[in-house]
């Protein structure tokens, strides 16, 4: 049943916890370590949606699209889309720009929403999920909506899980970073927008996950050490958001997604802004 499947749908939303969200942080430098990618967010225009900026904002915008884009109705996904589109139309590059790219190029919408599936697949790493290959299958069918929400065709989303890992793999020696994107992507994993205090308390921390849940081409572009005692640092720290994830009732421990589905729905039918 692909993309309307209401089994993978049903697994998905009982293993997605905010627990998960440790994972974030590498996922947007995954995002971002393709060059286009990192350029249209890094010189965007859109200054509400930049992250060092306005990180609040923007996690509220990337969570509601992730909630809607899997739990969410056609019509729901519709007006996100609408919504994305509109600030999408500003993120294009300039003549003279080093870097070209267009938040309607099809491919690169398609590579952000493959790091947002891998994304799903950390979240239920995090909580200690197993599934059976049958499952695993479903649930990555299902997945295609993280990007025909937007522009992606359907036939553009690899056919099956084997599929997909040859392609991913292909793209993975493609990503690199600059001078530009590389120093935002290390304040990214650093937490440096959090600003003082809390970049210096929190920083240690966000850069150990961010890091941490990174695949190795994507650590050796950002350049931030890592060593066997970081290893052993986060392996530590994965088993304890493991337990705790185990342990939490399922509302408290699928929030903030159960959250920003329910604020989502409500300003659709209020008639305001989502993004």
Not at 160 to 171: G, S, T, V
Not at 218 to 239: I, N, V, Y
Request: hydrophobic share 40%; glycine share 8%; net charge positive.
């Amino acid at each position: 049943m692909g993309e309307h499947d209401p089994v993978a749908r049903a697994l998905l939303e009982e293993s997605l916890s905010g627990i998960g969200l440790a994972a974030a942080g590498a996922n947007v430098i995954m995002q971002l370590s393709m060059l286009p990618v990192g350029h249209g967010v890094a010189s965007s225009r859109v200054d509400s949606g930049r992250v060092d900026e306005h990180p609040i904002k923007r996690a509220r915008t990337t969570l509601a699209y992730l909630a809607v884009a899997l739990l969410g109705t056609d019509d729901e996904r519709e007006a996100m889309r609408k919504e994305i589109d509109g600030q999408h139309r500003q993120v294009r590059s300039r003549p003279g720009d080093p870097v070209r790219y267009n938040a309607f190029d099809t491919d690169l919408q398609l590579w952000v929403a493959a790091c947002l599936y891998k994304g799903t697949q950390d979240i239920e790493r995090v909580a200690g999920v197993r599934r059976t290959e049958e499952e695993a299958e479903r649930i990555y069918r299902y997945c295609a909506r993280l990007g025909t929400t937007l522009q992606v065709r359907p036939e553009q989303w690899p056919a099956d899980r084997a599929a997909f890992a040859a392609w991913w793999d292909e793209k993975v020696e493609q990503i690199e970073m600059d001078d530009l994107t590389r120093s935002y992507l290390q304040g990214i994993a650093k937490a440096d927008f959090l600003g003082r205090p809390w970049s210096t308390l929190l920083g240690p921390l966000a850069q150990l996950q961010a890091v941490g849940f990174l695949p190795e081409r994507f650590r050796a572009e950002l350049g931030l050490p890592w060593t066997d005692h970081h290893q052993r640092a986060f392996d530590a720290m994965m088993r304890v958001w493991a337990a705790a994830d185990r342990r939490l009732p399922g509302p408290i421990r699928r929030f903030p997604f159960n959250a920003y589905l329910w604020d989502t729905r409500r300003r659709i039918r209020r008639g305001r802004p989502i993004v």
